[in-house]
């Protein structure tokens, strides 16, 4: 059984272009959680999707930020217009069911130049 | 709402020598508590967890911890540090009640020197 899947693991953007992450998460697994690393800080939560519905996006800026875990597919985060802020490494982790242990993926590194 | 404090930012130990990373949490209801580890350039891997069972857990790699509620603390310990050990330990936080995401404390970075 695969784990999570990321992909890409390293990705670069230009300010003003736009970053989509992917994510696969386990066979069986219809719960997906998005969190982001910043440099000196720990994971912060940003968003929880079951298959598509947007359960909590509390987490998650208001602009230019969004998410979705279609029907068919991985998970995706789209950052549109990135800013250098928006650099760091984001994790995908996913659970079979919502209060179960989160398994995570190996995480995508977003500079932003 | 639900917090993690991790004490110190850097740990260094040497190798053979007791392992203590410190956590404390702020949680309005009975927590389910968490440590993970990150090794450099990779994902985070689920080193053990505290569900409202034994308040003593038992991990991988011969990592446990303690939960005390008096001390709102959830402790990682080792009692021999081995150089695969260094790495960066997060503790975690959710809430037993609703969906469980995770509050994340800020790390500390385990060093180990031969």
């Known amino acids: 059984n695969a784990g999570v899947m990321q992909n890409p693991r390293h990705l670069v953007r230009r300010r003003g272009q736009e970053a989509r992450l992917r994510c696969s998460p386990m066979?069986?697994?219809?719960?997906v959680y998005w969190y982001r690393q910043l440099p000196e800080e720990g994971l912060k939560f940003m968003v929880y999707?079951?298959?598509?519905?947007?359960?909590?996006e509390s987490g998650m800026p208001k602009e230019r930020f969004s998410a979705e875990f279609p029907k068919e597919g991985p998970s995706i985060l789209r950052i549109q217009q990135v800013v250098r802020g928006d650099s760091a490494a984001y994790f995908c982790?996913?659970?079979?069911?919502?209060?179960?242990?989160?398994?995570f993926g190996p995480g995508t590194r977003l500079t932003v130049l | 709402a639900q917090s993690v404090t991790q004490l110190g930012s850097h740990v260094s130990v040497s190798e053979g020598a007791l392992v203590l990373l410190r956590c404390n949490y702020s949680?309005?209801?009975?927590?389910?508590l968490f440590w993970y580890v990150q090794y450099p350039n990779q994902g985070l891997q689920l080193l053990l967890k505290?569900?409202?069972?034994?308040?003593l857990v038992k991990g991988i790699n011969g990592f446990e911890a303690e939960f005390k509620k008096s001390e709102t603390s959830f402790h990682l310990t080792k009692p021999s540090a081995h150089m695969s050990d260094a790495a960066e330990y997060f503790c975690a936080v959710s809430s037993p009640s609703g969906y469980s995401t995770l509050t994340f404390g800020k790390g500390t970075m385990l060093l180990v020197s031969p």
């Open positions: 999707l079951q298959k598509e519905n947007i359960i909590d």
């Open positions: 505290y569900t409202s069972a034994a308040t």
């Open positions: 066979k069986g697994h219809s719960h």
């Open positions: 982790a996913s659970s079979p069911e919502s209060y179960n242990e989160q398994f």
């Open positions: 949680s309005s209801v009975p927590p389910y």
